[in-house]
């Protein structure tokens, strides 16, 4: 169904089909809402690698009607996680509790969350009007004052609100914070890089292991610690595929990624010598990936603002984070629900000064939060030193539950300000 688009027709613009950009194009569908989402891939070949929901996301989008569709992505429930040293000795066993949190923490692949995500923000069958989503659609610039944004090409579009969802290297970002005469903040590298593989788990059938050590059937994610490098994997897609992550830091790599890409090609002999104080069944594993990926981890410090005149942004574009939680996708979700709580009450156009307002209360109910566990993130990878980080004095079981506890922002931000 076409929206009929009136005078007073709601036009929110969204800048990023990533997980934020089509999660939001979800939560805010509504009666005279139209939303336009910009995306600038062609969208048809996302990146092969897992990515996971946590308690916090997870509760979030089964509250959306979505569980149809999400279960045709395949998602993996994680029971445990473990964390072993390089003999295999069990360090850790921690039995994951999804009814203390509400919902399972799963795990997906990322595209087929994507694909998921996607469905749902064009499904004719949901509440609310579809989404539009344009892809090949670059934007070079956007006019926090005028809300128009402009494509590469030369095309302008204006909307009413202006999301920016367009990830870690974010030109509305940039805007928003020129806006607000703010100094510009760039992704700056960690000092560590990761490796991203995944395998066919009928490739591991053979592999010598004992169970006990690993069982690419558990429903498990399992973390080995070696001095100064890492593995984290667990399975994906029923069990079909193991996804791994390898981190080292940057003085240990054998060969370099390229900064602004998720898919520098990684070599096996290059991988296998960074990993050759690892145990051989690991590196047995690595060699079943037909293809290894390498990425140099990034993330932003907390921006001064994430609001100029009716543009806001969202997800990486204001929060980048390392992924030594699995917050980066949740976070998003999380934005996107925010959104659509402090809009639920508008049927029709709301009118500037309404707009501005709501998106402050989303700044207000997701900035201290989403910098905390970005803070949080950083300091497990290495300590907390770069300006701009917020002190974190949580221990990590705290902050388990600080992260997974969450039950929407509404009412976050009643106990925010009530305590
Ligand atoms: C290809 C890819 C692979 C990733 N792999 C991992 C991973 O392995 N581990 C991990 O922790 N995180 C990964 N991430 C990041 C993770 O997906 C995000 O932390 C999380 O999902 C939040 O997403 P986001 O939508 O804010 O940003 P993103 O997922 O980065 O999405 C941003 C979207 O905006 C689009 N975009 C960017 N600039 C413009 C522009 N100028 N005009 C129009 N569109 C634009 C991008 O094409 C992208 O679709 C990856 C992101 C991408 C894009």
């Known amino acids: 169904m076409a929206i009929d688009a009136t005078t007073n027709t709601f036009r929110i613009i969204i800048v990023g089909g990533g997980i934020a950009g089509l999660a939001t194009a979800i939560a805010l569908r509504g009666p005279q809402r139209e939303i336009i989402v910009l995306e600038k891939s062609r969208m048809n070949k996302e990146v092969g690698a897992l990515l996971s929901l946590q308690p916090n996301a997870q509760k979030i989008v089964e509250q959306w009607n979505l569980k149809d569709i999400l279960q045709r992505a395949k998602p993996t429930a994680e029971r445990q996680f473990r964390i072993l040293d390089t003999s295999g000795k069990i360090h850790m066993n921690i039995d994951m509790d999804g009814e203390k949190y509400g919902a399972d923490r799963m795990v997906y692949h990322r595209q087929d969350l994507h694909s998921a995500l996607r469905e749902a923000a064009l499904s004719t069958e949901l509440p609310g009007y579809p989404a539009s989503i344009v892809t090949a659609a670059k934007v070079v610039g956007c006019d926090c004052e005028t809300r128009a944004i402009t494509l590469a090409d030369g095309t302008i579009y204006q909307g009413d609100l202006i999301i920016g969802a367009d990830g870690i290297h974010s030109v509305i970002r940039e805007a928003v914070l020129k806006a607000g005469n703010h100094e510009l903040v760039h992704p700056a590298p960690t000092g560590v890089s990761a490796y991203r593989l995944l395998v066919e788990t009928t490739n591991l059938a053979g592999l010598d292991v004992d169970k006990e050590v690993f069982d690419h059937t558990r429903q498990a994610t399992t973390l080995i610690m070696g001095h100064d ?191």
């Open 229 to 419: 490098r890492r593995v984290i994997m667990g399975p994906a897609r029923n069990g079909d595929l193991l996804g791994l992550v390898g981190m080292v830091p940057d003085e240990h790599m054998h060969e370099s990624s390229t900064p602004n890409s998720w898919t520098t090609p990684g070599h096996l002999s290059k991988l296998l010598q960074t990993y050759h104080d690892f145990p051989q069944w690991i590196r047995d594993i690595f060699k079943q990936a037909p293809d290894i990926a390498l990425w140099q981890l990034r993330d932003i410090d907390a921006l001064p603002t994430w609001i100029a005149g009716r543009c806001i942004i969202i997800g990486d574009a204001a929060h980048a984070m390392l992924p030594t939680q699995g917050q980066g996708a949740s976070q998003s979700i999380e934005d996107a629900e925010a959104l659509q709580a402090f809009f639920a009450d508008t049927t029709a156009k709301p009118n500037p000064q309404q707009i501005t307002r709501r998106i402050r209360k989303v700044f207000e109910a997701r900035y201290k939060r989403a910098s905390l566990i970005q803070a949080y993130s950083r300091q497990q990878a290495k300590p907390a030193t770069a300006k701009g980080s917020v002190k974190v004095t949580l221990n990590p079981a705290e902050f388990l539950d600080y992260n997974c506890k969450y039950e929407g922002a509404v009412k976050w931000l009643e106990q925010q300000e009530a305590s």
